[in-house]
């Protein structure tokens, strides 16, 4: 195609001038702000020389830098003799135009200091796996909120991984460490995965004494949000199995999983936080815990240890303190059922 015959448009212009645009734009901008900084410190002070001791920077910049605004704006705006500064008429109306935005960005760089140093509150956006959240999480929330009023909550279940930037997400849990090594990741609890069954079941149709038996009972799978199966972990001899037991049932809720179990229609695999309180009150019973995989960890995930807001602070704490006072490992049931 011929470009030369190409008709021109008036609004358009060659990319040389619209950069040139832009870095005029840019060179302004620096300009101007160099200079009402100048500007306002002069005002306040009185002098270019007071204004540079606090500007920290030498009083022929601050005076050149007030000059340039002032060939940007086409007005003196200020009287200088060498006794004295004062505003212009046009000086003082330009101040008092910018005093509200010198009063706004004040109050922003107050509300940042408060937010980093002061009382915990705002607004905290958490995010956790569904069983973990409703389980353990959920439950610590209506004391946190007693304990720090002016913090609003917003807990989010999700199966997959937390986005924190494109999610806002302030904090997360999950099971495993994150391999981002801008994620923070502390662990709040060990995970034990424990096979479970009903009391019914186990008297119906027994219970596997090796995870080669597996595969004649009635295994209830979990499908994750990947749309995998997810596999069933163990440590035999020393080292760790995944299996794929043939499936029963597969669900991909895990409320749904342990309904199931608990109405005897077969056995699964369970974090321990999500079975403790069954296994101690009867309910369910625990097998192959001889066979239980290394623990893979529950944790608290956050972008940065550094300039961390007072609230993410104070939920960080609190829920490491209430979760690491939690009993939900199971190990006294655990241990009774190995020895049985």
Not at 93 to 118: H, K, S, T, W
Not at 128 to 147: E, M, N, W
Not at 268 to 292: E, G, I, N, T, W
Request: proline share 6%; hydrophobic share 40%; with cysteine.
């Amino acid at each position: 195609m011929d470009t030369s015959t190409c008709p021109s448009f008036p609004n358009e212009r060659p990319h040389h001038a619209v950069s040139g645009v832009a870095d005029a734009l840019a060179s302004s901008f620096v300009t101007s702000y160099a200079g009402v900084v100048a500007f306002l410190a002069v005002a306040n002070e009185g002098s270019f020389s007071r204004a540079s001791d606090r500007l920290g920077i030498g009083r022929s910049a601050v005076s050149r830098n007030v000059q340039k605004l002032e060939a940007q704006l086409d007005a003196r705006l200020f009287h200088r003799t060498t006794r004295s500064t004062s505003l212009t008429r046009e000086g003082e109306l330009f101040y008092e135009n910018c005093q509200p935005g010198v009063e706004r960005i004040i109050q922003a760089l107050e509300d940042m200091r408060e937010l980093r140093n002061g009382p915990p509150r705002g607004h905290l956006r958490i995010h956790s796996t569904p069983g973990f959240g409703r389980k353990v999480i959920g439950p610590l929330l209506r004391d946190f909120y007693a304990q720090y009023p002016a913090i609003t909550l917003e807990l989010l279940l999700d199966p997959r991984p937390a986005d924190f930037t494109a999610g806002r997400i302030d904090v997360s849990f999950r099971d495993g460490r994150m391999e981002d090594s801008d994620i923070v990741a502390r662990q709040l609890i060990p995970m034990q995965m424990i096979v479970c069954a009903s009391p019914s079941y186990a008297q119906a149709h027994g219970l596997p004494r090796h995870v080669d038996d597996l595969d004649v009972h009635h295994c209830i799978n979990f499908r994750s949000a990947s749309g995998r199966i997810r596999e069933w972990e163990f440590k035999v001899q020393g080292l760790a199995q995944k299996r794929h037991p043939p499936a029963a049932h597969i669900f991909n809720d895990i409320d749904l999983v342990l309904q199931a179990v608990l109405q005897g229609q077969g056995i699964a695999q369970f974090p321990a936080y999500q079975v403790c309180d069954l296994l101690r009150s009867k309910q369910l019973v625990a097998c192959l815990a001889q066979h239980a995989p290394d623990d893979g960890g529950h944790y608290l995930c956050y972008l940065s240890r550094k300039q961390l807001p007072a609230r993410i602070r104070a939920f960080v704490d609190y829920i490491i303190e209430q979760t690491r006072a939690l009993d939900l490992q199971c190990l006294t049931t655990l241990s009774n059922a190995s020895e049985g």
